[in-house]
């Protein structure tokens, strides 16, 4: 029996998100993308600002360890107290390139999406949290950034035997919400609301296919 990867489309905060592993959007350095408490002053949410917060010394000396990462790579960590927080047992740093950089970046895009998953399946993680790479700082059209993620969730996920039965795509605000929910209705039909009693485990296979989309409010 083919089993199926439940794509989750919501708003809200990356660390609220339970999951095997998280993953943030740095910089080269995995230096938290600016102080830590830079999300607090701005008013922004700055995902990994939040991320090494919240991770703690552990997680920010396992990045002082394996920085510094080149653009279009990932890097993979210890969660540090995240762990505790949402049960993250790794998260991974995903460099991306900036909007306007010259070159094919789509492809640089497309191949960073594509490592960071197959890490992630190294792991054996079942469930993964991921935010809206891409669209903050580095100022990737939203449904530009939607369409390239989510195709390739889809395709590398689906065409292999891979651990994940769940990918979780954090969103940060309304332009974000409705990119990537266009993208997911013209892909995998109208979302529909996610209960608990949903929430199960499936059967591993290596004929995974989309199991529709699904959103779902973090509290």
Not at 132 to 139: F, I, R
Not at 145 to 162: D, W, Y
């Amino acid at each position: 029996m083919a089993s199926k990867l439940r794509l989750v489309l919501t708003r809200g905060c990356i660390s609220n998100t339970q999951a095997c592993a998280l993953v943030t959007s740095a910089n080269m350095e995995l230096a938290g993308n600016g102080l830590p408490n830079y999300w607090r002053h701005s008013g922004r949410r700055n995902v990994d600002g939040i991320v090494h917060t919240l991770g703690g010394q552990a997680l920010q000396h396992a990045c002082r360890d394996a920085a510094p990462v080149p653009i279009g790579s990932v890097a993979i960590t210890t969660s540090g107290e995240l762990a505790a927080l949402c049960g993250a047992k790794h998260v991974l740093h995903a460099v991306c390139p900036d909007g306007h950089s010259n070159g094919n970046i789509e492809a640089i895009y497309t191949s960073m999406i594509r490592l960071l998953l197959k890490m992630a399946d190294t792991q054996g993680a079942r469930s993964l949290a991921v935010p809206a790479l891409g669209t903050g700082v580095k100022d990737w059209n939203p449904k530009l950034a939607a369409k390239l993620m989510l195709n390739e969730i889809a395709r590398t996920t689906c065409s292999s035997a891979s651990s994940l039965r769940e990918v979780t795509v954090v969103l940060p605000d309304a332009r974000a919400w409705e990119a990537y929910n266009s993208v997911g209705r013209a892909g995998w039909g109208e979302p529909k609301p996610l209960q608990k009693s949903m929430m199960t485990k499936v059967k591993a296979g290596s004929n995974k296919k989309i199991d529709g989309v699904f959103w779902k409010q973090l509290v």
